[in-house]
């Protein structure tokens, strides 16, 4: 019989406490045998909350942001490819009027 914050936590179900692991943010209850999840809610318990933190404070970037010089450089590499594609199609028409020109 595990008690803990005022909370017996064997007397409920499992649905129950699978939906007390969700409501703290826990991980990977879903599989887990009701000893384990008493003993994940009750670890829970005994640490203190931790205060959510904007992403941008901690330096996470959530999106790849494009910035000016790579909007630039992506423009060049898409002239730059077609250039090449260009003189790839004139070297072959080149190659084919030789052919033409020997027979």
Known sequence: MTIHNNIDYSKIKVPELKQLCRERGLWGY???????LIDCLNNSDAKPPVPEISKRT???QTKRRRTDNWVKRRGQKKTEKQERKSLQEG???EEEEKKERRQ
């Open 91 to 93: 070297r072959r028409n």
């Open 58 to 60: 901690t330096g996470v």
């Open 30 to 36: 879903s599989r887990k045998k009701k000893s384990e």
